[in-house]
Structures are given as structure tokens and as C-alpha cells.
């Protein structure tokens, strides 16, 4: 199994700061990484995949970077609804996909 | 829309059964692969099931292997998970996830649904 191991745990940032989330992987997993936002009480959205492509209809702020097992979401300046705990998911050892345990980006 | 809802949950006891059902409107259904992803309260994400567009192809986490029944009618437009022998770690919210993909596996899950509470305990 492939862990996904993200970092840190809690992030505090203030609004319209930018903010660094990590993500790595315990084998490489090429490309195949994606990030999703979930906030309380709802599903997870899919942000970013392929490791850099925003998904549809995410804004241009969002962005990732990396390859092989170091992977970086950056949020260039946070807005009040970005508030939220983000996950990293690889698929490259699909079907046995698997989650990074998340990183809480809180009000600073 | 595309949209995903799921229903079924609910309060079980251990060794018991629960079947969770999730309904797919605003897209042809049986074009995309579907799986089963779960959270237990408070914390992060489990993959737990796969099943392919035509229902003839699936996977199951170790976790749940030989507990776990996922399956899928296309004709109406609805996923299932059979949950039996049910363990107290098995308590999570339940979600169905699309997979992005409508002509080739993408293992990225887009959309989801607001997911059911299942919880297992005397």
C-alpha cells in the first residue's frame, strides 16, 4: 500500500495570505496525484489532478506542483471560503487508492 | 445537475447488516465506474470499493474483503453496498464517488455524493 503522509497537520493562515500544503508519498506515484477540499458537513471536491490541473470550475489561486513523491498545494491568497481541511489522494497503484491523512487550513 | 445521494445508513449492532443505496441522476450512469469511500467521524479518507461501468469488474479494500457486497443496477441508475458482519470500526460516513472518467479509468473521484452515517454499535 502506498501511504500518503501530509504536512502539517493544521495550517493558520490569515485571509488573502498565501498558503503551502505538502503532500508525500512512501513510492513514487508519478503524476498520479489529486487534491480535494472538503468542508464540514460536506463531500469532498476534487481541486487539482494530475498532479497540477485544476479541476473544472476551481479558481486560478489554486494550484499544484510535484512529481514522484514530494507534492505541493499552493493557495496564492486565501478567501474565506477556502477555510477547509485539503486531502491528497494518489491513483497510481489504482484501484488500491489511498489518502493523505489532511491538512486543516484554519482562520490565523 | 450531476448528482449522487445516498441513503441506508443508520444505527446497527455489531455482527449485523446494512445496505446502502446511491442514486445517480444528471449523467448516463452506466458509462462511468463508481466506488465506495468512507470517513469515520473525525477522521481522514478510506477507499473501500470499486465497481466497473458494467458491473463485471470489482475491487474491495482487505479491510472489507469477504464482508462487503458492491453491485450496481444500471437500469436504475443506482449503486448499492451490502455491509455485513459489521465491526464497530466499520462506524464512518459512506460516499459514493464517481470516477472522472466516462471511457477510461482515471481514479479520480468526481463528483461525490453527501455521503450516509453508518454507525455500529451495542
Known amino acids: 500500500e502506498i501511504v500518503m503522509t501530509q504536512s502539517p497537520a493544521t495550517l493558520s493562515v490569515s485571509p488573502g495570505e498565501r498558503a503551502t500544503l505538502s503532500c508525500r508519498a512512501s513510492?513514487?506515484?508519478?503524476?498520479?496525484l489529486a487534491w480535494y477540499q472538503q468542508k464540514p458537513g460536506q463531500a469532498p471536491r476534487l481541486l487539482i489532478y494530475?498532479?497540477?490541473t485544476r479541476a473544472t470550475g476551481i479558481p486560478a489561486r489554486f494550484s499544484g506542483s510535484g512529481s514522484g513523491t514530494e507534492f505541493t498545494l499552493t493557495i496564492s491568497s486565501l478567501q474565506s471560503e477556502d477555510f477547509a481541511v485539503y486531502y491528497c489522494?494518489?491513483?497510481?497503484?489504482?484501484?488500491?487508492?489511498?489518502f493523505g491523512g489532511g491538512t486543516k487550513v484554519e482562520i490565523k | 445537475e450531476v448528482q449522487l445521494v445516498e441513503s441506508g445508513g443508520g444505527l446497527v449492532q455489531p455482527g449485523g447488516s446494512l445496505r446502502l443505496s446511491c442514486a445517480a441522476s444528471?449523467?448516463?450512469?452506466?458509462?462511468?465506474?463508481m466506488n465506495w469511500v468512507r470517513q469515520a467521524p473525525g477522521k481522514g479518507l478510506e477507499w473501500v470499493s470499486y465497481?466497473?461501468?458494467?458491473?463485471?469488474?470489482?475491487y474491495y479494500a482487505d479491510s472489507v474483503k469477504g464482508r462487503f457486497t458492491i453491485s450496481r443496477d444500471n437500469a436504475k441508475n443506482s449503486l448499492y453496498l451490502q455491509m455485513n458482519s459489521l465491526r464497530a470500526e466499520d462506524t464512518a460516513v459512506y460516499y459514493c464517488?464517481?470516477?472522472?472518467?466516462?471511457?477510461?479509468?482515471?481514479?479520480?473521484?468526481?463528483?461525490w455524493g453527501q455521503g450516509t452515517l453508518v454507525t455500529v454499535s451495542s
Open positions: 464517488a464517481r470516477d472522472l472518467g466516462d471511457t477510461v479509468t482515471t481514479g479520480m473521484l468526481d463528483p
Open positions: 444528471g449523467f448516463t450512469f452506466s458509462s462511468y465506474e
Open positions: 494530475g498532479a497540477s
Open positions: 513510492q513514487s506515484v508519478s503524476s498520479n
Open positions: 465497481i466497473s461501468s458494467s458491473g463485471s469488474t470489482i
Open positions: 489522494q494518489q491513483y497510481n497503484n489504482w484501484p488500491r487508492l489511498t
